[in-house]
């Protein structure tokens, strides 16, 4: 590694524009693409950058919103310092560029590198951010930009090229017949020596079709400075995908979503529907593992090796899947799946369900915050709600956990330890212990702890009335066929 490679970088994040076409009152940046905001998408990118080249400090460029943007970045944890720095008003790119010239100043800025990146152009990978710095380096440039051909280049700067050189980036509304012909554009991702191109910020000015100081003026300013300026075009142009209005919001959505697929499949993962199913960033998802139709993992989701999740599974927040589980029709948000274990079809997990290898949690059973430990059963119609669950514990069907006190709306725990057989349709009246291989009989309400080997019954004995049927018959329809006389 030589010293320049070394050498950390900053980076200025764009980020104080409104995002009037969202028509939102929350600010641009902070609208979520799979489950996160734009804003936060563009830091996590810059996590290997870090990494790999180091990062010094980022500064997020922020004016609209900028209260609701800065506690947002206050909350993020990044292994690199983020200062919010207030543009106010926002004058333009080029401007907002500017405010950070107090804090880069600070630091002494000769040889500095800066990272220009906008707040709301999420799809940019880490790899092309790397090149483009590598690119940046090697070329010993003073100006290095991205850019990227389009076969609909309409609202996008356009980069003016003269023989191999870059002269000038003219805005859209600013463009001239020809220039509008231009297919190539720029990302708005720019490399800078800071304290090269820094004295062309003072020549920028407003005149033109918005009223706005540029930060792509820089481009002819330095080149009539005799700068040496730079671009490379992006081989993937949905890489600059930026969001101004929800269409854009879908397609990066869109996008995103195909790339990660394609991901996940590379790594020997079976997708059957890619078109019915959302895999987000913050998946990783084992091999030979099955994602059948109308999936959608959307949280921190870890999935083990030859799972078969769906058709129809939704799981958000974080939950882990171990190896060899299925989650099928069913809903799971913040929670854990054993290995070899089987949720579905239509149950729900919620809030720290924990289950551990082996345990089949059938048709509409909810369990929420509730360890279930191995082979144990509650196949259909259950609620478990903060409970702790042995191992080898049947439920029956409709056996409920009755864990909620209305009146002090506190919750109680019921504890069903290992080889407990609970008979269905029966309540547990938390707070409560079963102990081992206690029994429960079916239809039991349970209001006190059960000892071990112990059968409870908690139910009105059964009594049989001799021949009420018959004389109920007899009684109201007299002229009815008699039914048979029963044995003497
Ligand atoms: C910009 C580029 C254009 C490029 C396009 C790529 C300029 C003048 N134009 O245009 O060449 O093709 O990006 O997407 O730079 N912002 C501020 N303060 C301001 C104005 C904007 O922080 O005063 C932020 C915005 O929030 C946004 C970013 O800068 O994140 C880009 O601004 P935007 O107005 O979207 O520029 P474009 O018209 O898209
Ligand atoms: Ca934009």
């Keep these: ?142 100006v290095t930009l991205l850019g990227a051909e389009l076969d609909n280049p ?97 397609r990066c959505h869109a996008v995103l979503n195909a790339r990660l697929q394609a991901h996940w499949m590379a790594e020997g993962v079976t997708i059957l529907s890619p078109g019915t199913t959302l895999i987000g960033p913050d998946v990783t998802i084992g091999r030979d593992t099955v994602i059948m139709p109308g999936t959608n993992l959307l949280g921190e989701i870890t999935v083990g090796e030859r799972c078969e999740i769906g058709p129809y599974a939704t799981m958000t927040g974080t939950v882990r899947v171990a190896n060899g589980a299925k989650v099928i029709h069913s809903v799971v948000r913040d929670s854990e799946i054993g290995e070899e274990s089987t949720v579905g079809p239509f149950a729900q997990l919620r809030d720290r369900a924990v289950l551990s290898h082996h345990v089949r949690v059938g048709n509409f059973v909810e369990v929420k915050n509730t360890r279930i430990d191995h082979h144990t059963n509650a196949a259909h119609l259950a609620y478990l709600g903060d409970s702790v669950l042995g191992s080898e514990v049947n439920i029956g069907a409709c056996a409920v956990t009755a864990n909620y006190d209305a009146y002090t709306g506190l919750k109680h725990q019921t504890v069903i330890e290992d080889g407990v057989k609970v008979g269905c349709n029966s309540a547990m009246i938390a707070p409560i212990t079963l102990k081992k291989n206690c029994s429960i009989a079916a239809g039991s309400i349970i209001t006190h702890d059960v000892e071990s080997w112990d059968l409870a019954i908690a139910r009105p004995r059964q009594t049989e009335v001799r021949q009420w049927v018959t004389r109920k018959i007899q009684k109201s329809q007299p002229d009815a066929v008699a039914p048979p006389k029963p044995p003497v």
Excluded at 155 to 175: C, F, H, P
């Design 1 to 142: 590694m030589d010293a320049d490679s070394r050498k950390p970088l900053d980076v200025i994040i764009l980020a104080a524009g409104k995002g009037t076409r969202l028509k939102s009152d929350l600010p641009k940046v902070l609208h979520p693409l799979f489950g996160k905001p734009l804003l936060e998408r563009v830091l996590e990118t810059l996590r290997p950058l870090h990494r790999d080249l180091g990062i010094g400090t980022v500064y997020v460029i922020v004016g609209h919103g900028r209260e609701a943007v800065t506690d947002h970045l206050n909350r993020l944890t990044f292994p690199f310092p983020i200062r919010a720095v207030v543009q106010e008003p926002q004058l333009g790119t080029g401007h907002a560029v500017m405010q950070a010239r107090p804090c880069l100043g600070e630091n002494g800025a000769t040889g500095r590198e800066v990272l220009v990146l906008s707040g709301d152009a999420p799809l940019l990978r880490a790899e092309t951010l790397e090149a483009l710095v590598a690119r940046h380096r090697g070329k010993q440039a003073h």
């Design 154 to 250: 309409a609202g996008y700067g356009r980069l003016v090229i003269e023989g191999d050189r870059l002269a000038a980036i003219i805005e859209d509304k600013d463009t001239s017949e020809a220039q509008r012909m231009i297919r190539v554009v720029n990302a708005g991702i720019y490399c800078l020596d800071w304290s090269a191109v820094l004295p062309l910020f003072d020549r920028i000015s407003s005149d033109n079709a918005q009223g706005e100081f540029y930060l792509t003026d820089l481009i002819a300013l330095g080149s009539e400075a005799g700068l040496t300026l730079r671009h490379t075009l992006l081989d993937d142009p949905d890489e600059m995908q930026g969001v101004n209005d929800r269409a854009d919001l879908a």
